[in-house]
């Protein structure tokens, strides 16, 4: 029998900055294994969503249940990278280190201070960072400079990096916004395999409707802080993408 346990809840979640809101009394439920794009126009609150997601310092009002329990229970980073990895546009990777280095550092929350300072000089867990570069198709750029890799192959280490730290949950903000179209493509592919392989949950932001398309279950479209559809990627229509995209009306 299937199970369908929520890995998140968030009930009447609302964000403001200054006075100005970017979640307006947001509710979702997410199931485990789900692939999740948001999509909507610039400032739609797909950051917020997903800075509230991952935890981060957001104050706002609402309800955020992960797992079953609240953010509260995550506070302890060793608990919270177990259960939630994050992925950002800049990667977030040491460019003066090696590979290995960037590769190993998913396994920080589970080390020791100095089994993370050690690591430093001798790699530890090398079979492990091997085994993680050589999923993302890098096993032959374990020991290069991480500054010195493309920006597709930067991504690719970051993949590798949560492979090594394996969360339940994956957020990923704009993943292949700097990336050209046969890169941002290769590297969606990637990231979404590895998801579906490791049975991870995860919900990204995007610009482009046809990577949600393609490699994604189940599509989000917010607009002003609030959301205009959730539905499955086979269910969304161009109506639907009108609506969420159209230009303000001016009164002029
Ligand atoms: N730290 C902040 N301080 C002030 N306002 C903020 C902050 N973060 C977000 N906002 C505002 O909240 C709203 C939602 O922003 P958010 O970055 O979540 O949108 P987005 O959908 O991710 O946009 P984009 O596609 O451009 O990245 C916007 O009006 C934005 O200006």
Known sequence: ?????????????????????????????????????????????????LNVLSLSNVSGTGNIMIDGQPPSFYRNRKVRAKKIGVIRQQFDLVNALPVIHNVLAGKLADWSLF????????????????????????????LEQTGSLSGGEQQRVA???????QPEIILADEPVASLDPARAEDVLGI???????????????????????????????????GMVFDLPVDQLTDRHLKELY??????E
């Open 246 to 251: 159209k230009l303000r009306e001016t009164s």
């Open 159 to 165: 993949f590798a990096r949560l492979l090594v730290q």
């Open 191 to 225: 990231l979404t395999k590895l998801v579906q392989e490791e049975n991870q949950t995860l919900i990204t932001s995007l610009h482009s409707v046809d990577y949600a398309k393609k490699y994604f279950t189940r599509v989000i479209g917010l607009r002003e802080g």
């Open 1 to 49: 029998m299937e199970t369908s346990q929520n890995i998140i809840e968030l009930n009447d979640v609302s964000v403001s900055f200054d006075g100005k809101i970017a979640l307006s009394s947001l509710s979702l439920l997410i199931k485990k294994g789900e692939r999740i794009a948001l999509i909507g126009p610039s400032g739609a609150g797909k950051s917020t969503l």
């Open 115 to 142: 089994r993370s300072v050690l690591s430093l000089v001798i790699p530890q867990e090398k079979i492990m960072a091997e085994q993680a570069l050589s999923r993302v198709g890098l096993g032959h750029k374990i």
